[in-house]
């Protein structure tokens, strides 16, 4: 099931416009896990420098989903992506357990930010088809995922190369977005 079925359930006023910012560090699969949604070929993804976009349009309705490079010296640009954001995808690389910490730290400042406050938060835990691959649960434990209290959130297990568990998440972003646009 891809966007279009995504979409399809969402839809629920005329012309209502969905902004999903996608971030993580460089090389937790974000492009990937975009390309997958909008269903494109998969075999040759190189890293984002900058940011891509998807947008699709289905019967009046408008997915914006904003793909944002995860280097180290693209970060501090993130926050020029925040302002209405609508739901926040962050991805982690669920197999590169020396950077746990990185990405933690990363996601923290994240659900920190004023302009982020509030906004419902999808945890996909990429690269679950690597046999490496550290479980959902483990992830949300080390990170702490728990203690959020100021917002919904969930972490959902996944591998965008085969798409496995991506349409759960994004089921989880549909009934969140319908909840807070209400």
């Not at 399809?8 to 012309?15: E, I, N, Y």
């Not at 896990?33 to 309705?61: M, R, W």
Request: hydrophobic residues 40%; contains cysteine.
């Amino acid at each position: 099931m891809g966007l279009l079925s995504i979409l399809r359930k969402l839809k629920s006023t005329p012309d209502q416009e969905v902004r999903i910012l996608l971030l993580g560090l460089d090389n937790a699969g974000k492009t990937t896990l975009l390309k997958q949604l909008a269903s494109e070929d998969i075999s040759h993804i190189t890293p984002t420098q900058g940011f891509n976009i998807k947008s699709v349009q289905s019967q009046g309705f408008k997915l914006n989903v904003w793909d944002i490079g995860g280097q180290r010296k693209i970060r501090p640009y993130w926050r020029n992506y925040f302002e209405n954001t609508d739901i926040l995808i962050y991805v982690i690389d669920s197999a590169d357990r020396k950077r746990f910490e990185e990405t933690g730290q990363e996601l923290a400042e994240l659900l920190d930010e004023e302009k982020l406050s509030g906004v419902p938060v999808l945890i996909f835990a990429n690269k679950q088809d690597l046999l490496t691959a550290a479980p959902a649960s483990e992830i949300a434990e080390g990170l702490n995922l728990h203690t959020i209290r100021d917002r919904v959130w969930q972490i959902q297990s996944c591998s965008a190369l085969s798409g496995e568990g991506v349409q759960d998440g994004m089921n989880w972003v549909c009934k969140n977005v319908s909840a807070k646009k209400k």
